[in-house]
């Protein structure tokens, strides 16, 4: 039984109206009532419906356009229901969702997204290393400048080494004349001292 036949049959307008039981839309739109009932459990916010006397649902024009929307997105152009879904969410318009990808799809999606994050990982260590190797050269640095300034403070200390002596040196030939006088000045005094005796002696 084809859709034609099952829209031709009886008077499609009435019970568009008065509404359709599951059944109904199943043979209506040449589907199992199974799949309508899976259908309608998915997108039931999304499926416009009413409550006959006896509990069951019923679709009137809306429901039947809507189901015939899915029926189209479904089996035409091969989407989930989890993709309608989010199709009838943003109100059909502003988004139109790609089939759901191949496992093969997936993977590759996953091995891209890992060589990035190993690109970011060889990035960060190259920021890393350049880090370490600047502050290495400023140790080096460092080490330079404590060595440049004890050379300098050797070099001072044997600079004043010299500047001793040579002051130790000049001085000694003064000390040795300044002895040499002390000595005149002592012996002078011991020859006048005896020769002052000498006269109060032979005076006598």
């Known amino acids: 039984m084809n859709k034609g036949?099952?829209?031709?049959?009886?008077?499609?307008?009435?019970?568009?109206?008065?509404?359709?039981?599951?059944?109904?839309?199943a043979t209506y739109l040449d589907e199992t009532p199974n799949v309508i009932r899976n259908w309608f459990k998915e997108l039931r916010k999304y499926v416009p419906h009413e409550k006959s006397s006896n509990g069951y649902n019923i679709y009137k024009q809306e429901g039947i356009e809507r189901f015939k929307e899915i029926q189209s997105l479904h089996r035409e152009q091969n989407w989930s229901m989890k993709q309608i879904e989010y199709y009838f969410a943003t109100g059909g318009e502003s988004f139109r969702p790609e089939p759901e990808k191949t496992s093969g799809?997936?993977?590759?999606?996953?091995?891209?997204?890992?060589?990035?994050?190993?690109?970011?990982?060889?990035?960060?260590n190259k920021s890393i290393k350049k880090q370490l190797?600047?502050?290495?050269?400023?140790?080096?640095?460092?080490?330079?400048?404590h060595?440049?300034?004890?050379?300098?403070?050797?070099q001072v200390n044997i600079d004043r080494d010299k500047q001793l002596e040579t002051i130790r040196q000049l001085a000694t030939p003064a000390e040795s004349n300044n002895a040499d006088n002390q000595d005149t000045i002592q012996d002078k005094k011991q020859s006048d001292k005896k020769s002052f005796w000498s006269r109060l002696f032979g005076a006598q």
Request: hydrophobic share 35%; net charge negative; proline share 2%.
């Open 147 to 154: 060595k440049t300034l004890i050379q300098r403070i050797e």
């Open 105 to 124: 799809e997936l993977l590759a999606e996953e091995l891209r997204a890992l060589r990035q994050e190993i690109s970011a990982l060889r990035e960060d």
């Open 133 to 145: 190797d600047h502050q290495d050269m400023r140790m080096d640095n460092q080490d330079n400048f």
């Open 5 to 25: 036949e099952n829209q031709g049959s009886g008077n499609p307008d009435l019970n568009l109206v008065e509404g359709f039981t599951v059944k109904e839309v």
